[in-house]
């Protein structure tokens, strides 16, 4: 199946590369988001040893300061990977095309996770299909199970959630480091039972001493239609600005507008540090229970008004982060906690690196 080729392990083993199995989910009844993370480093040479993380976050917009995010490192004798069928590892917690397994304890926590899907009939490629070829780009990003119904139960700290065909999204990347700045959405929960499913990636890469301008890139599937805005001669048109609590992105080809709009509070959101493979750092901005408004307009090619066709909102069931090489600390209070050792074993937080510069 594609959902499992697309997610085989590329790391050949060799440093510079980093690599990432993440799935994010709403609960429906509590509209309660999580967000999961299988991930592994190779540094390039004189930074250390290869090594894999596990990470768990949860996003209660009714009771924000109960939203935390934790996760522990690993060497690789606690890492597995199998091609087929695929499968990736980490300390007994593993991700499967089909399904993530796994638990994790510390800082004050104790949680575990066991949840199915069935694959998505097809592979969602956020990039331009050049982007995917060869060594181009720093990073390659594609989801394999999109947009999947869930089932089974994650627990946090005692309480339950069950799973009963609720939304979730499983995406896999790589590559040899993150972008200079970034931000990325997701929703296939739209209030009032509405079928549709947004994807969009804004990111701005540094080649030297040179930061590249913005490219946007998104897709909307509606009702069985595919309205894509990836390809290369129309990402020059598509608009995208972010910041804390705020991410929004426009798009236009000759017979459809797209505008969508995430917000959030800074109390929903959770801030975690990344290490790129040479060492440096790079600060994601997550929110998993964020609001989304989404509006089309149509009209016949090049000619005639727009006319307004739909408008979706989504309501705390909106997946969205921003990310640059330095952290809002200024706003965002809440750090995924770096958990040190065997589980049980005393955290350590990351430190803030101060407010970031040129999010929008």
Known sequence: MSTERDNQMVWDYR??????????????ATRTGFWIRYTLSAPVPGRGEPYVQLWFARFDPAAPDSNFGIHRRHDLTAFQASPAPFSVTIAGATQRHDGIRGAIEGAGHDVSWD??????????H??????YRGSLGDTKVLSPNLDVAVHGRIVVDGRHYEFGGDPAGQTHLWGRKHAYQWAWSHCNAFDGGRRAVFESISARIKRGAVILPRMTVFTLYLDGEILEFNQ???????????????????GV????????????????????????????????????AADLRLKVKRRSPFVGRWRDAEDLTATRTA????GARAGDAAQVKRWHTLLLGSNGGN?????PRGPAPGAR
């Open 15 to 28: 440093p510079g590369h980093y690599e990432v199995w993440y799935t994010t989910l709403s609960h429906l």
């Open 115 to 124: 949840l199915s899907w069935r694959p998505a009939e097809r592979v969602h």
């Open 126 to 131: 956020h990039l331009p299909a050049l982007l």
């Open 232 to 250: 290369p001669w129309r990402v020059p048109l598509n608009r995208s600005h972010y910041q804390t609590g705020l991410y929004q992105i426009a």
């Open 253 to 288: 080809r000759p017979e459809v507008r797209v505008e969508a709009e995430l917000r959030c509070r800074a109390d929903d959101t959770i801030l975690a540090e990344y290490i790129d493979p040479d060492g440096d750092a790079a600060f994601c901005h997550n929110c998993c």
């Open 319 to 322: 997946h969205w982060e921003w």
């Open 347 to 351: 955290p350590v937080m990351a430190s």
